[in-house]
């Protein structure tokens, strides 16, 4: 479903001024380059977490999902190096109110020129019925949010053609065998939507379990956690 996505910019072309108004009316999350002198004052830092990814410098003609995407910076980005489809996922951010409500992303969508999809869809309904297949699944900043981390794990195995993606926050990391943290009632930074710290051993055995034949540990620091999983 598209909520309040921005006039085409072919046919109504974007104003400077009028963007740098759009992006001071909100808070933002991702720190994105819309070009037009205009930067997003995003709260994350997201050049920061772009290299940490080890993410494919070429995506020439690859299918991408970006699931949890908010305000959109890595689909625009996978779009940017050039993959041929890109769909963005969100919901539970999107459906909120403020910071996190997906007007962001159609800002940023708008300034782009972006042809990238936007699906307003939950991770519980992500399969190759509503979505498709994909080459490259990006799965980044919303294990720890899930009940279920299994069960969400499942889901993008379920339509990862190639490789997943993944980053997370990880606990328990002084513990070899695979274990996971559960923080109850906003236990982790007061958030209450986050809800386990798996170790880096639970994260491997996780995907393996699900379906994953190789995960490759790309890179940690402290308590987060970059994994490449491939079919
Ligand atoms: C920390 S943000 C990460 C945003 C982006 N993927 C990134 O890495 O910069 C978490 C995202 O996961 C989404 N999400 C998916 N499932 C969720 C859940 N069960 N609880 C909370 N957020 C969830 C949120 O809507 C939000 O966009």
Redesign the pocket.
Same mark, same amino acid.
């Given at each position: 479903m598209l909520r309040h996505l921005l006039p085409d910019p072919a046919s109504v072309p974007v104003e400077p001024d009028r963007l740098r108004e759009l992006v001071a009316g909100r808070e933002w %999350? @991702?720190t994105i380059n819309l070009g037009h002198g205009v930067i997003t004052p995003g709260i994350?830092d997201?050049p920061a977490?772009l290299n940490w990814l080890d993410f494919p410098e070429s995506l020439n003609g690859k299918s991408v999902l970006?699931v949890? =995407?908010?305000d959109g910076? %890595?689909a625009f980005e996978s779009e940017r190096r050039g993959a041929a489809r890109v769909v963005a996922s969100?919901? @539970?951010?999107?459906e909120s109110v403020g910071i996190?409500d997906g007007r962001g992303f159609d800002i940023a969508h708008w300034a782009l020129g972006s042809k990238v999809e936007k699906r307003l869809i =939950? #991770?519980e309904e992500i399969s190759p019925a509503s979505v498709g297949m994909f080459d490259v699944v990006l799965f980044?900043? #919303?294990l720890y @949010?899930?009940?279920d981390p299994m069960r969400y794990l499942r889901h993008m195995f379920s339509v990862c053609s190639e490789t997943l993606i993944l980053?997370t926050h990880t606990d328990g990391n002084d513990h070899d065998e695979p274990m996971m943290v559960f923080y109850p009632k906003g236990a982790l930074n007061g958030d209450p =939507?986050n809800f386990w710290g798996p170790n880096v051993a639970c994260v491997e055995a996780m995907l393996y379990e699900v379906g994953f034949g190789n995960v490759e540990v790309i890179w940690q620091k402290a308590t987060r956690l970059v994994v490449h999983a491939h079919r």
């Open positions: %999350f @991702h994350d997201t977490k970006d949890g =995407s908010y910076y %890595f969100d919901k @539970h951010c999107w996190a =939950s #991770v980044l900043g #919303v @949010h899930a009940q980053e =939507s």
